[in-house]
C-alpha cells in the first residue's frame, strides 16, 4: 500500500507541476494578462513607442525567469541538453519526484504510517518551488500570502469535527477553492494545507490518517477545476468572496444574545477586511473611480452622486495614498488595524471557547502573520497583502463550525463551493471575453518586429510589466 500511494503521488504532482508550470503549456490567461501589461505600456505613450523605443538588446543567452535560480538551468543543461528553457520544469519535476521517494520511505519508518510518509512526500515535492518562489532574488512574498490563508481554512478543518470523510473531502475541496483565488498551483496550494496536516498527524489525533487522505483527495480533484487569475483577490470577485465568507459567521453571531462580543469582533474583522481590501485595490491600480467595488455598484446604477458613498470612497482613497500612514508603506497601515483585530479574536477564541492555547494550527497562524506582514512590507506586494483580509474572514469561520456542526455544516459547505466554482467561473469567462477581438495592430507589428530582430542569445531588457509581456506573449526573452 505504500508503494501504491508513493507512486501514484508523485506522478500526480509530478504530472500537475509540468502542465502548471511549462512555459509550453500556460493556460490562456497568461497570454491576456501579457497582452494587457503591452497594451498598457503602449497607452501610457499615448500610442507611441516612447517606452518600447528604449528597449535595448543584450547578449545574455536565454534569460531565466526572477524566481528560478540560476544555477538550476546550468545543471538541466548537462542532463536535458543545451535548451534548458524548454526543459528545466521537467527537470525539476524528476527531482522532486526522486527527493520525494526517499521522503516518504523515511518519514513511513519514523511514524510508522503510508499517510505520514504520504504527507511528507508531498511536502518535499513543492517545498523547493515554494522556497524559490518566495525567496529568490527579486523578493517575491507571493507564497507567503498563500501560506497564510491555508493556515487560516486549515484551523476551520481542525475544528469540523465529524467522523464522515466525505465531508472532510470537501472542506478539503473548499480549501482548495479559496486558494484558487490567489496563485493557485498543484504546488502553492498543495503545500500550505499539507503542511498543517503533517501537524496534525504527528500531534497524534486518531483521525488523522483518515483526515489527512481525505485532504489530498480534495486538492487532486481541484486540479480539474479552472484557474483564477491572482490579481482577483483585488478585483471586484475579491471584494464578494471576502464579503461572503465574513457575512455567514457574523450574522450567525449575531443571532444570539450571548454571543455578542463574538459578534461584535467578526464584526469588525469583515469591516476592517472589505475597507483595507479596497484601500490596497486603490493603491494597486490608482483607479479614479475608487475601487472595484463602486465599479460594480455604477454597473446597477447605484451609488451615483450619493454623498455618503462619496465620502466612503474619498476616505477609502486617503487611507490608501502615501503620505496618511506613519508607516512608509501605506499598506502597513491598512493591515495594522486588521491585526489588532486578529489579536483580539484570537484571545477570544482561545479563552471564551475552551480552545487549547498549545494547539499547533493557532500558534502557527498568529506566528506566521506577524512574520508575513513584517516581511511582505519590505516587498511592497499589494496582491499579497489584500490575501490577508481574505485569510482573517476566512478564519472566523472556526467558531461557526465549531459551534454549529449537524446537518447545516455539510449545506453551507456545498454553497461554499457552489457559490466559489460560480466565482471562477464567472471570472474565467470575463478573462476570456477580456482581450477577444482587442488585438491592435500595433501590438501585432510590435510582436512581429521583435521576433525578427532579436537574434538567438539575446534578449531584452525592460521593465518588469513590459518584460513579462514580452516573454509570454511575444515569445521573447527578457531581462527585468
Request: charged share 15%; net charge neutral.
Given at each position: 500500500?505504500?508503494?501504491?500511494?508513493?507512486?501514484?503521488?508523485l506522478?500526480?504532482?509530478?504530472?500537475?507541476?509540468?502542465?502548471?508550470a511549462s512555459?509550453?503549456?500556460?493556460?490562456e490567461?497568461?497570454?491576456?494578462d501579457?497582452?494587457?501589461?503591452?497594451?498598457?505600456a503602449?497607452?501610457?505613450?499615448q500610442?507611441?513607442?516612447g517606452?518600447?523605443?528604449?528597449?535595448?538588446?543584450?547578449?545574455q543567452g536565454?534569460?531565466?525567469?526572477?524566481?528560478?535560480?540560476?544555477?538550476?538551468y546550468?545543471?538541466?543543461?548537462?542532463?536535458?541538453?543545451?535548451?534548458?528553457?524548454g526543459?528545466?520544469?521537467?527537470?525539476?519535476?524528476a527531482?522532486g519526484?526522486?527527493?520525494?521517494?526517499?521522503?516518504?520511505?523515511v518519514a513511513?519508518?519514523?511514524?510508522?504510517s503510508p499517510?505520514a510518509?504520504?504527507l511528507?512526500?508531498a511536502?518535499?515535492?513543492?517545498?523547493?518551488g515554494?522556497?524559490?518562489?518566495?525567496?529568490?532574488?527579486g523578493?517575491?512574498?507571493?507564497?507567503?500570502g498563500?501560506?497564510?490563508?491555508?493556515?487560516h481554512l486549515?484551523t476551520?478543518?481542525?475544528?469540523?469535527n465529524?467522523?464522515?470523510?466525505?465531508?472532510?473531502?470537501?472542506?478539503s475541496?473548499?480549501?482548495?477553492l479559496?486558494l484558487?483565488?490567489?496563485r493557485a498551483?498543484?504546488?502553492?496550494a498543495?503545500?500550505?494545507?499539507l503542511?498543517?496536516?503533517?501537524?496534525?498527524?504527528v500531534?497524534?489525533?486518531?483521525?488523522?490518517?483518515?483526515?489527512a487522505l481525505?485532504?489530498?483527495?480534495?486538492?487532486?480533484l481541484?486540479?480539474l477545476?479552472?484557474?483564477?487569475?491572482?490579481?482577483?483577490v483585488?478585483w471586484s470577485?475579491?471584494f464578494?468572496?471576502?464579503?461572503?465568507?465574513?457575512?455567514v459567521?457574523?450574522?450567525y453571531?449575531?443571532?444570539?444574545p450571548k454571543?455578542?462580543?463574538?459578534?461584535v469582533?467578526?464584526?469588525?474583522v469583515?469591516?476592517?477586511s472589505?475597507v483595507?481590501?479596497q484601500a490596497i485595490?486603490?493603491?494597486?491600480f490608482d483607479?479614479e473611480?475608487?475601487?472595484?467595488?463602486?465599479v460594480?455598484?455604477?454597473?446597477?446604477g447605484w451609488?451615483?452622486?450619493d454623498?455618503?458613498?462619496?465620502?466612503?470612497?474619498?476616505f477609502?482613497?486617503?487611507?490608501?495614498?502615501?503620505g496618511?500612514?506613519v508607516f512608509?508603506?501605506?499598506n502597513?497601515?491598512s493591515?495594522?488595524?486588521?491585526?489588532v483585530?486578529?489579536?483580539?479574536?484570537l484571545?477570544f477564541?482561545?479563552?471564551r471557547n475552551n480552545?487549547?492555547s498549545k494547539?499547533?494550527?493557532?500558534?502557527?497562524?498568529?506566528v506566521?502573520?506577524?512574520?508575513w506582514v513584517a516581511?511582505t512590507a519590505l516587498?511592497?506586494?499589494?496582491?499579497?497583502?489584500?490575501?490577508?483580509?481574505l485569510?482573517?474572514?476566512?478564519?472566523?469561520?472556526?467558531p461557526?463550525c465549531?459551534s454549529?456542526?449537524g446537518r447545516?455544516?455539510?449545506?453551507?459547505l456545498?454553497v461554499?463551493i457552489t457559490?466559489?466554482?460560480g466565482?471562477m467561473?464567472w471570472?474565467?469567462?470575463?478573462?476570456?471575453k477580456e482581450?477577444v477581438?482587442?488585438?491592435?495592430?500595433a501590438?501585432?507589428?510590435?510582436?512581429?518586429?521583435l521576433?525578427?530582430?532579436?537574434?538567438?542569445?539575446?534578449?531584452?531588457?525592460?521593465?518588469?510589466?513590459?518584460?513579462?509581456?514580452l516573454q509570454t506573449?511575444?515569445q521573447?526573452?527578457?531581462l527585468?
Amino acid at each position: 500500500m505504500r508503494w501504491g500511494i508513493a507512486f501514484a503521488l508523485l506522478i500526480i504532482l509530478g504530472a500537475g507541476f509540468f502542465l502548471r508550470a511549462s512555459p509550453g503549456l500556460q493556460s490562456e490567461g497568461l497570454t491576456q494578462d501579457a497582452a494587457y501589461h503591452l497594451r498598457r505600456a503602449l497607452a501610457w505613450d499615448q500610442g507611441s513607442y516612447g517606452e518600447i523605443d528604449a528597449l535595448r538588446f543584450h547578449p545574455q543567452g536565454h534569460l531565466a525567469w526572477d524566481t528560478d535560480p540560476p544555477g538550476l538551468y546550468a545543471v538541466s543543461s548537462i542532463f536535458l541538453g543545451s535548451d534548458p528553457e524548454g526543459n528545466i520544469r521537467v527537470f525539476q519535476a524528476a527531482v522532486g519526484a526522486l527527493i520525494s521517494l526517499v521522503g516518504f520511505l523515511v518519514a513511513s519508518r519514523l511514524w510508522g504510517s503510508p499517510y505520514a510518509g504520504l504527507l511528507a512526500a508531498a511536502f518535499l515535492a513543492v517545498a523547493p518551488g515554494h522556497v524559490v518562489r518566495t525567496f529568490a532574488p527579486g523578493f517575491r512574498y507571493d507564497g507567503l500570502g498563500t501560506l497564510l490563508i491555508g493556515a487560516h481554512l486549515f484551523t476551520l478543518l481542525s475544528f469540523l469535527n465529524t467522523s464522515k470523510t466525505i465531508w472532510l473531502f470537501l472542506t478539503s475541496l473548499l480549501v482548495f477553492l479559496s486558494l484558487t483565488v490567489w496563485r493557485a498551483t498543484v504546488g502553492f496550494a498543495g503545500l500550505e494545507i499539507l503542511v498543517l496536516a503533517g501537524i496534525w498527524v504527528v500531534s497524534g489525533d486518531k483521525k488523522a490518517p483518515k483526515t489527512a487522505l481525505a485532504i489530498l483527495l480534495g486538492l487532486m480533484l481541484g486540479l480539474l477545476l479552472p484557474y483564477m487569475r491572482a490579481q482577483g483577490v483585488l478585483w471586484s470577485q475579491g471584494f464578494f468572496l471576502t464579503l461572503l465568507l465574513g457575512v455567514v459567521p457574523f450574522f450567525y453571531s449575531l443571532s444570539n444574545p450571548k454571543r455578542l462580543f463574538r459578534a461584535v469582533t467578526l464584526g469588525l474583522v469583515l469591516v476592517v477586511s472589505l475597507v483595507g481590501r479596497q484601500a490596497i485595490s486603490q493603491t494597486a491600480f490608482d483607479r479614479e473611480e475608487g475601487s472595484a467595488f463602486r465599479v460594480w455598484l455604477s454597473r446597477f446604477g447605484w451609488g451615483e452622486g450619493d454623498p455618503f458613498l462619496e465620502n466612503l470612497y474619498s476616505f477609502v482613497r486617503e487611507l490608501g495614498s502615501p503620505g496618511v500612514s506613519v508607516f512608509w508603506n501605506p499598506n502597513v497601515f491598512s493591515c495594522g488595524l486588521l491585526l489588532v483585530v486578529i489579536g483580539v479574536a484570537l484571545w477570544f477564541l482561545r479563552n471564551r471557547n475552551n480552545v487549547d492555547s498549545k494547539q499547533p494550527s493557532w500558534v502557527f497562524v498568529f506566528v506566521l502573520t506577524l512574520v508575513w506582514v513584517a516581511l511582505t512590507a519590505l516587498a511592497d506586494r499589494n496582491k499579497v497583502f489584500a490575501s490577508l483580509f481574505l485569510a482573517a474572514v476566512a478564519g472566523s469561520w472556526v467558531p461557526f463550525c465549531q459551534s454549529y456542526r449537524g446537518r447545516l455544516v455539510p449545506a453551507l459547505l456545498a454553497v461554499m463551493i457552489t457559490g466559489s466554482l460560480g466565482l471562477m467561473g464567472w471570472s474565467s469567462y470575463q478573462g476570456s471575453k477580456e482581450f477577444v477581438g482587442q488585438f491592435d495592430p500595433a501590438l501585432e507589428q510590435l510582436c512581429a518586429f521583435l521576433q525578427e530582430e532579436v537574434r538567438d542569445g539575446e534578449g531584452v531588457a525592460s521593465d518588469w510589466g513590459t518584460g513579462y509581456a514580452l516573454q509570454t506573449y511575444a515569445q521573447v526573452p527578457t531581462l527585468t
